[in-house]
């Protein structure tokens, strides 16, 4: 049985030995600053990219990126440096205080792309404007509407979401110098797009009637809804999410 035994750990201390004398040197990688690029993921006045989709005829649809979604909080938090990091006039913050500024713009691309292979250009999907687009005084117009597309099919069938515009009312509080409140009728809308119509797909729940309950009155409220369109088939039947009701704790509140 000894012997056996030994047999065995000389096998084991011959194996190791094998694997050992196999290792090579790991190659050495430096890290070096990019001077001169062509930066292709993105459209034009935003910095960041994303690709959501692509089909069969190599065509891509996706969503860019703006603005950093930051606030003075995130800077006294330690989050961003103050010197080196994101100034004020890069940073997103929404208040029903303040002007909506959308941060989110969609946009394809191919590979026979006639800007080139495969670089991305905005594509307007319910009345937004390019984010590079000025006005007739040179100020850059500011979109109010957010856009998403999240899925594409062969037949170019594209699908998404979308926000609802900037409304006001006027305000009526404590402060002397705020004049407007800012908001939308809605946060998140489906949207599918064929041969260039925009079909919007309301959720199935967007209005909250409460009924008279002793000394609480009845009354309706516009909730506007939420509803996402992820994705679509060959035969255009598109899946996504939609509001369906209000949370327990929405129901007391409202």
Known sequence: ??????KALSLVAIGVLSVVGTVQA???YEIVNIEDFDLKGTIDGTRNGYAMAVNSEDEVVGISKGKKKLGTEDIEGGIIDVEDGISDAESITYSVLAPIEANNFTST???NAAEGAWKPTFYSLA?????TD???D????VNSVD???YGLNSNGTKVGAYTGEQKTLAYEGTSTTQELWYYRDFELRAIAVKNDVEFSLLPPYTTYVREQDGDTSAATVELGGSSVAADVNENNLVV???STALSSSSVKTV
């Not at 049985?1 to 030994?6: N, R």
């Open 1 to 6: 049985m000894k012997l056996k035994f030994d």
């Open 26 to 28: 790991a190659p050495v």
């Open 109 to 111: 691309t191919s590979a």
């Open 127 to 131: 009345g937004t404007t390019n984010p």
């Open 134 to 136: 000025v006005d007739s």
């Open 138 to 141: 040179g100020e850059l117009v």
């Open 147 to 149: 856009t998403f597309f």
């Open 240 to 242: 996504g999410y939609g």
